[in-house]
């Protein structure tokens, strides 16, 4: 069949991109509070001063003509990413594992050189990878040297964890696993998988990609079965922490696992919801309500989260 | 302290029952149609009277027009602020504008509305008595040659007259008509009708204007009246053609002149058209209530003519709005920037659909092509999209040019195509073709596309039209609409099939 019915999706609790944007980001989302989400560098400045972890920031280009000297910048670091600090939807980043010589390694094991290098630089600044082509400023930051124990779950991208907190619940939870088919992006439009995550344990509930069902990753093989989210209470207080952090009380957190510092803050989105509803084949509208309730009985940080794991896990 | 929610229901409920109450009101009290049925096209015209007054006292004659050949005048308004002004006498009527003194360069302004429910024949007239102007020697033997080729190869007043104006115009090649046409004097008066009164016709001019809607400058034409002993005959001298052009609005017959200005010199007389199609019932229903109803002094038609023309295009536009916040909120479909689909479908409604299509897609195609190549070189973006709006510019000038050459007429239309809007498309299109890669441009295209064109379809709609230019009220009840549907919290079409296989194993 091609449509659902809007009662089936209903009674499914599916939260829909009308009743999210006026019930949820509307009501519960400040304006004024977006740029902390929107501009990576105010995210991780604001997240460094609550110790929460983020990549370590390498430097920050701003003008064009910075852009010149931007590879003496580079020099110290043998891998790092490049970023615009606007940038939506993953876009306009360069990931440098390596050297050869004077060029640059990228993930997949391409050679660039460094006058491309520069010129990405200049497209960030131009605007190129930013929400309505503004002017952006580049950033480069620390390559995440992430967790072996979910490598094999990814092919070619790093595994991210998206978490939705609402009112400082952590509420519904996925991991992103990039593809050959998704061209090494996290994206599930693309063709990622969505993996649907226990909020109480953090293992895996089901997994989908282009709307379907699948049990293992279509490169690497393996089961999403024995999928299981390590530091998992740290990945769910960091997400708590992002809704305080912002003051936007509806809100996505992207979690990467680093191999020494363990979760680790990526970026923040204020517009989240939808793919994460077919990743965990289930729907947000009961879950928010019920973060609602334990947000209304308590104030405290803990009691949130482990509210939130006794409600809301087993993916109901 | 009401919900914001119960708010925007009341508020939007008021506009809908506003709008609609006093559409009701309209149709049943004031006997306005609410359904188009027959159309008439009324026309108003707009005469604009402007001249550089000298020292002293200045009078203005301006002859008005009488309904003949079944023309009827609506409306008739003289705008003459600080002048002194009448109207006298009778067929033809002369509007009178005097002052005793005047600085600077002045416009007056006569405004009138007529329609033409019958095409009827000219009334007849008694003909003048024939005045034929003085020739000197020369002349006077080449137009009696003249006159004896022209009766010879015709056979009454109606074949004379054509030959002559054939003869008269750029392709005549009688040797004696083009001396008489180099060589006549300005004070003798015409001289088409010098030499129908030589050649005992008795003839007079049909002053009147050529309609063409949106025409702003517009100047009055002569066309050429015989006598032919019993009937008059209409001709055009321009194109020697026999009868009554079509459009074109009877001002006066006979000798006297247009427009008279003692005191003033630089006078002209200029014309603003516009012409609009309405129910016949609607133009009966003003006729009668004009200046009765407050109401009608404030609807769209007490507006001046260019300001009607405007508003016919700009009352659409809630419409188009409509459009766009009902497929992109209850239907989903994701169209690249939020009312770029509505300035498409205004140039689709200049181009007519399948052509603005077509100009549209090559535009876009042709530009990407471009912008991909620009993309190479490195460019700040500012430059980039200001080389792409040069590029679209040269690209629509190559088009129209082509086009024209090839006889292609509907393609110059291509200059009601929002420049800047369509270099953002080819810009917005040329990035998410390198990030999302060429499926996402063409659903975002295809959107755009599909939602102007049910822009436009809603837009070009004559129920549509009439609907809101006679019921501007309607407009208010439309905001009500798009506010309520602000609050929509429902699903959107795309959602159920986006989660179609959601809880199904």
Redesign the interface.
């Known amino acids: 069949?091609?449509?659902?019915?809007?009662a089936a999706?209903?009674r499914?609790g599916?939260l829909?991109?009308?009743?999210r944007n006026?019930?949820y980001i509307g009501r519960y989302n400040p304006r004024r509070n977006y740029p902390l989400v929107d501009n990576k560098l105010l995210t991780k400045s604001r997240a460094q001063s609550r110790a929460i972890p983020v990549p370590q920031l390498y430097a920050v280009v701003e003008y064009?003509h910075q852009v010149a000297r931007s590879n003496e910048l580079l020099v110290p670091y043998q891998g790092f990413v490049i970023k615009p600090a606007q940038g939506s939807g993953g876009?306009g980043i360069l990931v440098v594992q390596g050297r050869r010589g004077d060029n640059y390694l990228k993930a997949s094991g391409m050679e660039i050189s460094p006058d491309e290098v520069a010129?990405h630089i200049?497209?960030i600044l131009?605007?190129?990878?930013s929400l309505g082509?503004r002017?952006d400023t580049a950033m480069v930051e620390a390559l995440i040297d992430f967790d072996p124990c979910l490598a094999k779950f990814s092919y070619e991208g790093v595994p991210d964890i998206r978490v939705i907190a609402f009112r400082g619940v952590p509420v519904m939870a996925m991991m992103r696993c990039a593809t050959h088919a998704s061209d090494g992006k996290a994206n599930l439009h693309?063709g990622a998988v969505g993996v649907g995550l226990d909020i109480a344990t953090g293992s895996a509930l089901r997994a989908v990609q282009h709307?379907?069902?699948v049990d293992a990753h279509p490169d690497t093989g393996a089961s999403f079965d024995s999928l299981q989210i390590p530091h998992w209470e740290r990945v769910l207080d960091l997400a708590a922490s992002c809704v305080e952090m912002t003051g936007l009380q509806y809100l996505g957190a992207d979690i990467v696992l680093d191999r020494q510092q363990g979760p680790v803050l990526l970026e923040l989105n204020a517009r989240p919801g939808?793919a994460i509803?077919?990743a965990n084949?289930?729907?947000l509208r009961d879950r928010l309500a019920i973060a609602a309730e334990i947000a209304a009985a308590t104030d405290d940080h803990d009691e949130k989260i482990e509210a939130a794991r006794a409600r809301l896990g087993g993916g109901g | 302290m009401l919900s914001s929610r119960l708010k925007i229901e009341l508020i939007a409920g008021a506009l809908i029952l506003f709008g609609v109450g006093l559409t009701v009101y309209k149709v049943f009290a004031l006997g306005f149609p609410l359904l188009p049925g027959e159309y008439r096209e009324v026309w108003t015209i707009e005469t604009k009277i402007s001249f550089q007054p000298e020292s002293g006292a200045v009078d203005v004659k301006l002859t008005l027009p009488e309904p003949v050949a079944g023309w009827e005048l609506l409306d008739e308004h003289f705008a003459s602020s600080g002048f002194g002004f009448a109207i006298r006498g009778e067929e033809p009527r002369r509007a009178n504008w005097t002052k005793q003194n005047l600085q600077r360069e002045t416009t007056l302004y006569y405004k009138l509305q007529a329609y033409r429910p019958t095409v009827d024949a000219l009334p007849d007239r008694p003909p003048e008595a024939l005045m034929p102007p003085l020739l000197n020697p020369d002349q006077q033997v080449a137009m009696e040659r003249l006159l004896n080729v022209l009766r010879a190869k015709s056979v009454d007043v109606e074949s004379f007259t054509s030959l002559l104006l054939v003869e008269m115009g750029p392709e005549g090649s009688d040797p004696d008509a083009g001396f008489l046409r180099s060589t006549w004097e300005e004070e003798s008066g015409d001289i088409l009708l010098g030499i129908l009164a030589h050649a005992g016709i008795p003839a007079g001019h049909l002053r009147g204007i050529r309609l063409e809607d949106g025409r702003r400058r517009q100047t009055a034409s002569a066309l050429l009246e015989v006598y032919d002993g019993d009937n008059w005959l209409v001709f055009d001298p321009e194109t020697a053609s026999r009868g009554l052009p079509p459009n074109f609005f009877v001002w006066q017959r006979g000798s006297q002149a247009l427009l008279d200005v003692v005191g003033g010199s630089r006078s002209r007389l200029e014309f603003a058209l516009v012409s609009n199609s309405l129910p016949a019932r609607a133009v009966v229903a003003m006729e009668q209530r004009l200046g009765r109803y407050a109401l009608l002094d404030f609807s769209v038609y007490a507006l001046p003519v260019e300001q009607q023309g405007v508003f016919k295009g700009l009352l659409l536009l809630p419409v188009a709005a409509l459009v766009v916040v009902i497929m992109r909120l209850l239907v989903g479909i994701s169209t690249s920037g939020t009312f770029m689909p509505i300035l498409i479908a205004i140039a689709f409604i200049q181009t007519t659909l399948l052509v603005g299509l077509g100009i549209f897609l090559t535009l876009v195609a042709a530009g990407l092509w471009i912008r991909s190549w620009l993309s190479h070189m490195n460019l700040l973006l500012v430059s980039r999209i200001s080389a792409v709006v040069i590029v679209v510019i040269f690209l629509m000038a190559t088009l129209a040019l082509v086009s024209y050459k090839l006889g292609l007429d509907q393609v110059l239309s291509v200059s009601f195509f929002p420049v800047v809007i369509l270099a953002w498309t080819i810009e917005r299109m040329s990035i998410l073709w390198e990030e999302e890669g060429p499926h996402e441009v063409l659903v975002q295209g295809g959107g755009s596309l599909l939602v102007a064109v049910l822009a436009y379809l809603a837009m070009s709609n004559r129920l549509v039209s009439h609907l809101t230019f006679n019921f501007p009220e309607l407009t208010l009840s439309l905001l009500g609409v798009i506010l309520l549907l602000g609050k929509y919290t429902g699903y959107r079409l795309s959602e159920l099939y986006r989660f179609r296989n959601l809880g199904r194993d």
């Not at chain 1, 131009?126 to 990878?129: D, N, Q, S, V």
């Open positions: 069949m091609l449509f659902r019915s809007p999706l209903r499914m599916v829909g991109m009308n009743e006026v019930g064009q876009r010129r200049s497209n131009a605007g190129l990878h082509g002017n693309q709307g379907q069902l939808l509803q077919v084949q289930a729907g």
